[in-house]
């Protein structure tokens, strides 16, 4: 058969390969008989040797394929690609050389375990044996390790405060092995079940033909699929379980379309490559491109477990697919594909345009006609991706807001009925209400309640058809722009409302005459004061409708800081270490960093927005981050600007990244220019807290201005005089020259719309630091050392450079040089007597000049003290003068007596290290204890002990008294900065291998080695 005589099908393929990307859940009779039919023709081809090449996106995560899936899915599949996705990934390093172990078959796992090598490999002195860890939520063999971990939780007999975390079956790592022999052929051994052994059904083998190649494998009841591959010396894998977690956690109805589409017979010669991406549209992008380079012809993309917008992800996925001239698919219906096909045409299309798809379920036979269709006319969908953007009725809101059986109310909700459009579902019911165009501020008026939009699942949109907010963010929680003065962004736009609202525990029907809309209507909102922005006496004018209240209330809800872009050359190595994964992934992704504002311990929430004039020219939807720690940590999902996000005490790093397709930008704005433009202004949300403790502030009206009592809709004018004093906060940490406190303008009744929100800048209250800590941080001696080994010097030549001074020399300047070359970490070990004695030298030289020290204390005196009050006549009070030293002079000795103190007590614990007491052993056990407790209770005398700065002396000290507990607690809660953070996983390890709890020790084992390896640590509880 002629070329020209084929189908379009079969033209494609002649053309050049095709790729799929699959996406879940489909049943496929009609593709079925399409691709026979193209399978004959192509039969008769010049090219019959090139294969369909079909590209999936997705996380795969809990996909539900069964065991009896699995060969026929390996068959088909062709290689795996994390995309930098963290989930799958193994970490793998050398196992520790210890032969005699090696010979008896065992060897210690990367979760401190000793694990037990199966009689069956072949182990000798030419095989390379690595250990690893897998991390990942969803794994095989859940019910297993729950059953474990049912039999390994001891009893707690503590109260509920003290008690250890507690971890599910999917929070305990499971070690993995991979044994390679001199051919190259590999040996996988994953302890799934958690007995320090290999059983059958966790052993894979990958020989060196099939490197190149992804295995789907079973695994007891479950579908692995593994990824290996040498890159250079250095050997990665992946892991992905394509079966889900717990039976009891699944259903098949999550089950995506395009797992039943991957396995029908007419697939069978096709190329499946896998491409593991959540909807962040960074990662997006990075996935689309992989997918362009590896030459997919189709592209088919599982949008059913999404957090974002389906509408937002689709309008990248259509200017990616212009832009790269890749057909996609998707697995649900938006107004860019009504029919599953995502048409770059329909970019023009309005956002309002997804209530048509409102409620609707995606359908498997409607995504199959859509797959079929894209096949036989590949090479017309190839076109369609270049097609001209449409105009028109379809790009305009009122085609879709404007009922044709009455005009939107303001007042109520009106139900709107779906337009005849056979490609949409017609039996969706949506109610609509008009936004006025002069509206300020918005509620939905229940019999029982007034509920503001954002806490309902409603949507607004604006006059223009873009959406401004609603609950079907990822977390029901979100505001896309700052200040959330909804309304008035939405005014002339629409309100979109499902049939039933919950509210307040009640299902109420939005249709229902019991519900109403109540607006607050004016000429424009409040956001900033006539005069000063800050003072006693300020003056605000309201103009609206209506009468105006004889008093407002000015209650601050949001306190707002400005986060400072920081170039990549000043982030900390540890937190670019943690996010190499997710840094240099693609040409077409911004990538900026941000030190978010101090935290000081705060569990708060974090919730981050753009300024109005950044998010013209870096749209949202564009948007993502991910939140990285100095210590390692990092929560790498998909989390967007607006959201609330989950949080720890530490500062976090905030890493966004911004998706580059030339068509999302203004045309005066070309996409190569943008990756080095001026980076995001991003905004820093906290709950305000009044500086005079009170919620509310009372303004009275002093003047008030009718133009026309008898004109309704006349503006009428009052001002109203009160204190903006008050909207400060005194959390100075987070306060800057852009700090601000954003106060609600009310009537009193909180419930009620608002006139506004008032912005108040707060003055800079960042002082220069006092007192004798900001000495102790920055010591000249130490830096010079540090400049020393920058220079190339190494530790043991900046020791031998510094003379001991004589044992006479009162010089502290001279005894603390030499006491800080004795103690640096390369050396201290050696030498930790000596660093005790010159410490102590130091302290009784410093002691003399300040004419006394603190006395010793007990760690929790504090407490003690504030429960049950001083004694009328203390030691503690007779030395008070010396906790706070008045001149500079005795501030900086009294900064050198803490840093000698506090290297004291951490020598004399390091006395008690095993590797020490092996070179060193302790002779005098009570001795050595009298000496750590008087040396940590001098240090409990001079300094806050929970301070991050000397937390991890408290740790040691609740450690070697046999209180992990307390140890944990104290590490946990105040660890959250300063020297503690490079071992904070070191620490967790050691308390949670004190726990008693195996899980625990697992756990803390593994994150340690991922923090060895140089890999973050996933965010995840505890």
């Given at each position: 058969?002629?070329?020209?005589?084929?189908?379009?099908?079969?033209a494609?393929?002649?053309?050049?390969?095709?790729?799929?990307?699959?996406?879940?859940?489909?049943?496929?009779?009609?593709?079925?008989?399409?691709?026979l039919?193209?399978?004959?023709?192509?039969?008769?081809?010049?090219?019959?040797?090139?294969?369909?090449?079909?590209?999936?996106?997705?996380?795969?995560?809990?996909?539900?394929?069964?065991?009896?899936?699995?060969?026929?899915?390996?068959?088909?599949?062709?290689?795996?690609?994390?995309?930098?996705?963290?989930?799958?990934?193994?970490?793998?390093?050398?196992?520790p050389?210890?032969?005699?172990a090696?010979?008896?078959?065992?060897?210690?796992?990367?979760?401190?375990?000793?694990?037990?090598?199966?009689?069956?490999?072949?182990?000798?002195?030419?095989?390379?044996?690595?250990?690893?860890?897998?991390?990942?939520?969803?794994?095989?063999?859940?019910?297993?390790?729950?059953?474990?971990?049912?039999?390994?939780?001891?009893?707690?007999?503590?109260?509920p405060?003290?008690?250890?975390?507690?971890?599910?079956?999917?929070?305990?790592?499971?070690?993995?092995?991979?044994?390679?022999?001199?051919?190259?052929?590999?040996?996988?051994?994953?302890?799934?079940?958690?007995?320090?052994?290999?059983?059958?059904?966790?052993?894979?083998?990958?020989?060196?033909?099939k490197?190149?190649?992804?295995?789907?494998?079973?695994?007891?009841?479950?579908?692995?699929?593994?990824?290996?591959?040498?890159?250079?010396?250095?050997?990665?894998?992946?892991?992905?379980?394509?079966?889900?977690?717990?039976?009891?956690?699944?259903?098949?109805a999550?089950?995506?379309?395009?797992?039943?589409v991957?396995?029908?017979?007419?697939?069978?010669?096709?190329?499946?490559?896998?491409?593991?991406?959540?909807?962040?549209?960074?990662?997006?992008?990075?996935?689309?491109?992989?997918?362009?380079?590896?030459?997919?012809?189709?592209?088919?993309?599982?949008?059913?477990?999404g957090?974002?917008?389906?509408?937002?992800?689709?309008?990248?996925?259509?200017e990616?697919?212009?832009?790269?001239?890749?057909?996609?698919?998707?697995?649900?219906?938006?107004?860019?594909?009504?029919?599953?096909?995502?048409?770059?045409?329909?970019l023009?299309?309005?956002?309002?345009?997804?209530?048509?798809?409102?409620?609707?379920?995606?359908?498997?036979?409607?995504?199959?006609?859509?797959?079929?269709?894209?096949?036989?006319?590949?090479?017309?969908?190839?076109?369609?991706?270049?097609?001209?953007?449409?105009?028109?009725?379809?790009?305009?809101p009122?085609?879709?807001?404007?009922?044709?059986?009455?005009?939107?109310?303001?007042?109520?909700?009106?139900?709107l009925?779906?337009?005849?459009?056979?490609?949409?579902?017609?039996?969706?019911?949506?109610?609509?209400?008009?936004?006025?165009?002069?509206?300020?501020?918005?509620?939905?008026?229940?019999?029982?309640?007034?509920?503001?939009?954002?806490?309902?699942?409603?949507?607004?949109?604006?006059?223009?058809?873009?959406?401004?907010?609603?609950?079907?963010?990822?977390?029901?929680?979100?505001?896309?722009?700052?200040?959330?003065?909804?309304?008035?962004?939405?005014?002339?736009?629409?309100?979109?409302?499902?049939r039933?609202?919950?509210?307040?525990?009640?299902?109420?029907?939005?249709?229902?005459?019991?519900?109403?809309?109540?607006?607050?209507?004016?000429?424009?909102?409040?956001?900033?004061?006539?005069?000063?922005?800050?003072?006693?006496?300020?003056?605000?004018?309201?103009?609206?409708?209506?009468?105006?209240?004889?008093e407002?209330?000015?209650?601050?809800?949001?306190?707002?800081?400005?986060?400072e872009?920081?170039?990549?050359?000043?982030?900390?190595?540890?937190?670019?270490?943690?996010?190499?994964?997710l840094?240099?992934?693609?040409?077409?992704?911004?990538?900026?960093?941000?030190r978010?504002?101090?935290?000081?311990?705060?569990?708060?929430?974090?919730?981050?927005?753009?300024?109005?004039?950044?998010?013209?020219?870096?749209?949202?939807?564009?948007?993502?981050?991910?939140?990285?720690?100095?210590?390692?940590?990092?929560?790498?999902?998909?989390h967007?600007?607006?959201?609330?996000?989950?949080?720890t005490?530490?500062t976090?790093?905030?890493?966004?990244q911004?998706a580059?397709?030339?068509?999302?930008?203004?045309?005066?704005?070309?996409?190569?220019?943008?990756?080095?433009?001026?980076?995001?202004?991003?905004l820093?949300?906290?709950?305000?807290?009044?500086?005079?403790g009170?919620?509310?502030?009372?303004?009275?009206?002093?003047?008030?201005?009718?133009?026309?009592?008898?004109?309704?809709?006349?503006?009428?004018?009052?001002?109203?005089?009160?204190?903006?004093?008050?909207?400060?906060?005194?959390?100075s940490?987070r306060?800057?020259?852009?700090?601000?406190v954003?106060?609600?303008?009310?009537?009193?009744?909180?419930?009620?719309?608002?006139?506004?929100?008032?912005?108040?800048?707060?003055?800079?209250?960042?002082?220069?630091?006092?007192?004798?800590?900001?000495?102790?941080?920055?010591?000249?001696?130490?830096?010079?050392?540090?400049?020393h080994?920058?220079?190339?010097?190494?530790?043991?030549?900046v020791?031998?450079a510094?003379?001991?001074?004589?044992?006479?020399?009162?010089?502290?300047?001279?005894?603390?040089?030499?006491?800080?070359a004795?103690?640096q970490?390369?050396?201290?070990?050696?030498?930790?007597?000596?660093?005790?004695?010159?410490a102590?030298?130091?302290?009784?030289?410093?002691?003399?000049?300040?004419?006394?020290?603190?006395?010793e204390?007990?760690?929790?005196?504090?407490?003690?003290?504030?429960?049950?009050?001083?004694?009328p006549?203390?030691?503690?009070?007779?030395?008070?003068?010396?906790?706070?030293?008045?001149?500079?002079?005795?501030?900086?000795v009294?900064?050198?007596?803490?840093?000698?103190?506090?290297?004291?007590?951490?020598?004399?614990?390091?006395?008690?290290?095993?590797?020490?007491?092996?070179?060193?052993?302790?002779?005098?056990?009570?001795?050595?204890?009298?000496?750590?407790?008087?040396?940590?209770?001098?240090l409990?005398?001079?300094?806050?002990?929970?301070?991050?700065?000397?937390?991890?002396?408290?740790?040691?000290?609740?450690?070697?008294?046999?209180?992990?507990?307390?140890?944990?607690?104290?590490?946990?809660?105040?660890?959250?900065?300063?020297?503690?953070?490079?071992?904070?996983?070191?620490?967790?390890?050691?308390?949670?291998r004190?726990?008693?709890?195996?899980?625990?020790?697992?756990?803390?084992?593994?994150?340690?080695?991922?923090?060895?390896q140089?890999?973050?640590?996933?965010?995840?509880q505890?």
């Amino acid at each position: 058969m002629l070329r020209s005589q084929a189908s379009p099908a079969a033209a494609a393929l002649n053309d050049g390969r095709w790729m799929m990307v699959w996406i879940p859940s489909l049943r496929l009779a009609v593709l079925c008989a399409a691709l026979l039919a193209c399978a004959s023709v192509h039969a008769e081809s010049p090219h019959a040797e090139s294969p369909l090449r079909i590209g999936w996106i997705d996380d795969f995560s809990r996909l539900g394929v069964s065991v009896d899936q699995a060969a026929a899915l390996d068959a088909r599949t062709q290689a795996f690609n994390r995309c930098g996705q963290r989930e799958p990934m193994v970490v793998l390093a050398n196992c520790p050389a210890d032969p005699l172990a090696i010979e008896q078959r065992k060897i210690e796992g990367a979760c401190g375990q000793t694990l037990e090598l199966p009689s069956e490999w072949d182990v000798s002195d030419q095989t390379r044996l690595l250990r690893g860890v897998w991390m990942a939520e969803v794994r095989p063999h859940y019910d297993q390790r729950q059953s474990w971990l049912a039999r390994q939780r001891p009893s707690d007999e503590d109260s509920p405060n003290e008690r250890w975390p507690l971890l599910d079956a999917d929070d305990v790592p499971c070690d993995v092995v991979v044994s390679i022999d001199d051919h190259g052929d590999w040996l996988i051994g994953c302890d799934f079940d958690l007995d320090l052994r290999f059983q059958r059904d966790e052993q894979f083998r990958l020989p060196v033909s099939k490197m190149d190649s992804t295995r789907i494998v079973r695994c007891g009841q479950d579908v692995l699929l593994l990824e290996a591959e040498m890159k250079g010396k250095q050997p990665s894998l992946s892991l992905v379980c394509l079966s889900g977690s717990a039976p009891g956690q699944w259903s098949d109805a999550w089950r995506p379309a395009i797992v039943d589409v991957a396995l029908q017979d007419a697939l069978e010669a096709a190329q499946w490559r896998l491409f593991a991406c959540d909807n962040g549209p960074a990662n997006m992008v990075v996935a689309l491109e992989a997918a362009a380079r590896a030459e997919c012809d189709l592209v088919l993309v599982n949008l059913q477990r999404g957090k974002r917008h389906s509408t937002d992800v689709v309008r990248l996925l259509a200017e990616l697919s212009r832009s790269l001239r890749l057909p996609v698919v998707v697995t649900v219906p938006t107004p860019l594909s009504p029919n599953y096909f995502v048409e770059p045409a329909r970019l023009s299309v309005p956002d309002i345009a997804e209530f048509r798809m409102r409620g609707t379920r995606p359908s498997a036979q409607a995504f199959e006609t859509a797959v079929t269709e894209t096949i036989e006319q590949l090479a017309g969908r190839v076109r369609a991706t270049q097609s001209a953007v449409l105009t028109g009725p379809l790009t305009q809101p009122d085609y879709y807001a404007s009922p044709a059986e009455a005009s939107l109310s303001p007042e109520r909700f009106t139900r709107l009925s779906a337009l005849a459009d056979d490609t949409l579902d017609a039996g969706s019911e949506v109610y609509a209400a008009r936004v006025p165009a002069d509206a300020i501020d918005g509620r939905v008026v229940f019999p029982h309640f007034q509920a503001a939009f954002d806490s309902l699942a409603v949507t607004l949109y604006d006059r223009r058809g873009r959406r401004i907010s609603g609950m079907e963010h990822s977390n029901g929680v979100r505001f896309d722009h700052f200040p959330p003065v909804l309304s008035v962004l939405a005014r002339g736009g629409t309100l979109l409302s499902p049939r039933q609202l919950f509210c307040s525990g009640k299902t109420v029907d939005a249709g229902s005459s019991n519900v109403k809309v109540r607006w607050r209507r004016g000429v424009q909102p409040i956001t900033r004061l006539i005069g000063q922005p800050y003072g006693a006496s300020q003056t605000l004018k309201l103009e609206g409708y209506g009468e105006s209240p004889v008093e407002l209330q000015i209650t601050p809800v949001h306190q707002v800081s400005k986060l400072e872009n920081v170039p990549s050359g000043l982030v900390p190595e540890s937190v670019r270490e943690a996010a190499e994964g997710l840094l240099n992934r693609s040409g077409q992704v911004a990538t900026f960093w941000y030190r978010e504002s101090p935290r000081q311990g705060d569990y708060t929430l974090r919730h981050l927005f753009q300024t109005a004039e950044s998010a013209k020219v870096w749209p949202n939807r564009l948007l993502q981050y991910a939140v990285v720690y100095e210590n390692g940590r990092i929560n790498s999902h998909d989390h967007a600007v607006g959201d609330l996000a989950p949080s720890t005490p530490m500062t976090g790093w905030i890493l966004l990244q911004a998706a580059l397709p030339a068509e999302a930008y203004p045309a005066h704005q070309h996409v190569s220019n943008l990756a080095r433009a001026t980076a995001p202004e991003l905004l820093q949300r906290w709950p305000a807290i009044s500086r005079s403790g009170q919620r509310a502030m009372q303004w009275e009206r002093v003047e008030r201005l009718v133009t026309d009592d008898n004109a309704a809709h006349q503006p009428r004018s009052a001002r109203y005089r009160g204190s903006t004093v008050g909207l400060g906060t005194p959390e100075s940490g987070r306060t800057g020259d852009d700090a601000s406190v954003w106060a609600r303008i009310g009537d009193g009744n909180p419930m009620s719309p608002m006139w506004g929100l008032l912005q108040v800048k707060v003055p800079q209250t960042r002082q220069p630091q006092t007192g004798w800590l900001p000495l102790y941080d920055h010591d000249p001696l130490a830096e010079v050392i540090v400049r020393h080994k920058q220079q190339g010097q190494s530790a043991k030549q900046v020791l031998q450079a510094i003379e001991k001074p004589a044992d006479d020399s009162t010089d502290i300047v001279a005894w603390r040089q030499y006491l800080l070359a004795l103690d640096q970490p390369e050396l201290r070990k050696r030498h930790l007597d000596r660093v005790v004695q010159t410490a102590e030298r130091v302290l009784k030289l410093c002691e003399q000049s300040l004419g006394g020290l603190p006395a010793e204390q007990d760690p929790y005196h504090a407490e003690l003290l504030a429960t049950i009050g001083p004694s009328p006549r203390s030691e503690a009070s007779e030395t008070a003068m010396f906790w706070q030293p008045t001149t500079v002079a005795q501030m900086q000795v009294y900064a050198w007596a803490v840093d000698a103190v506090y290297r004291q007590v951490r020598a004399i614990g390091y006395r008690e290290l095993p590797e020490v007491i092996a070179e060193q052993p302790i002779k005098d056990g009570d001795a050595q204890n009298q000496a750590y407790e008087s040396a940590f209770y001098q240090l409990c005398g001079m300094v806050d002990i929970k301070d991050p700065r000397f937390v991890l002396t408290l740790v040691r000290y609740h450690r070697r008294r046999g209180e992990p507990r307390q140890a944990y607690k104290a590490l946990k809660w105040n660890a959250y900065e300063g020297p503690s953070l490079p071992w904070y996983f070191k620490k967790e390890r050691d308390l949670f291998r004190d726990s008693g709890h195996e899980a625990l020790a697992r756990l803390g084992s593994a994150r340690w080695f991922l923090r060895e390896q140089g890999y973050g640590v996933p965010d995840r509880q505890p």
